[in-house]
């Protein structure tokens, strides 16, 4: 159900009339979804608006006369609409594009199906479905200085406080020395919530940070050095068999589940492509299922942000039931409160709070 009526109603914004023909077949296929208008760039989809009220956008990057970063902008300074980024440009030099959409407000960015399925739209028939009924239930908001989060490097004063840090020895030892690890899981919506808590997190030399972010494995490097810029933290790509070390924080790969497992030279990362959990991969609960494994449950501290389905929950429970600290964000921040409110329903979450106490909280538990 959209908050206009029964009917989703959606407005595509693609160049390319085959992907504006088909996807328009493909998802009148879908109950409840209706597609109101097409548009051939930017310029033609702000025309339209004067004269169609879209619950949901589906829209392209690169279109002539105005390309969809900039349909964003105009779009914010009219009439926020929940809009769904689905793209070609899925290469990691791509990525600027991708984390800019976001700071503008986009509510997810879909690929499209490349090489021999580029013809075959129907394989994200289901995604599309998930995006576009979560997308409808959203208040967009107004992207400013009150929204507006720090998705770009920080200023060159604010690195050179953080640079004594990052480069002190204590920022080195091996994952067997950790006093705590911090595990945190988000999807739709978990960039900006990712980058708010890291952003405001201070420097606790014995801390090991876990990220496990639903995204295309073509900009999770993309966006560990983001990260890396915002936060008094060292931050990176996880790679397959590195042992973790304090002052870090590991992201985990698109399209692998990340694992952790004990050895002699301290707490390994795993990275595979086992199953699809809750249809995801990474999966949150698989990677903290394994860390409760081999680290001491009472110094874990696992926080779930902002996102679609359940993952997460379960792994979060386990945490609770196991001694460890549980967090998620609460219903008035979190742009989707789905993988959240899962972990409130479960009794999984010790503490529930908004997006900009999370740190608060995390700072004064890593204080002792």
Known sequence: MSKSGSEIKVLVVDDSVFFRTNITKILEEIPDIRIIGSARNGLDALEKLDRIKPDVILLDFFMPKMDGLEFLKKLNERSPTPTI?????????????????????????????????ALNLSKIKNVLNDRIRFAAKVTPHVIGESTSLNLSPLSAKKAEIASYEKDSRTSNKLSKQMDYLLIIGASAGGPKAVFQVLSQLQYIPGLTICVVQHMPEEFTKSFAQRIDSSSKYKAKEAEDGEILRTGWVYVARGNHHMELHDSEEGFSIELNQKPRVHGCRPSIDIFMKSALKVFDPRRVVGVILTGMGDDGAAGLLLIKESGG????????????????????????????????????????????
């Open 325 to 368: 600290t549980t967090i998620s964000q609460d219903k008035e921040t979190a742009e989707i409160w789905g993988m959240p409110r899962k972990a409130w329903e479960l009794g999984a979450s010790q503490h529930v709070l908004p997006i900009n106490e999370i740190s608060i909280k995390l700072n004064s538990i890593f204080k002792y």
């Open 85 to 117: 980024i689905i793209t070609g440009a899925d290469k990691e030099e791509y990525a600027d594009l991708y984390f800019e959409a976001l700071r503008l407000g986009a509510f997810d960015i879909i690929t499209k199906p490349q090489g021999g399925d």
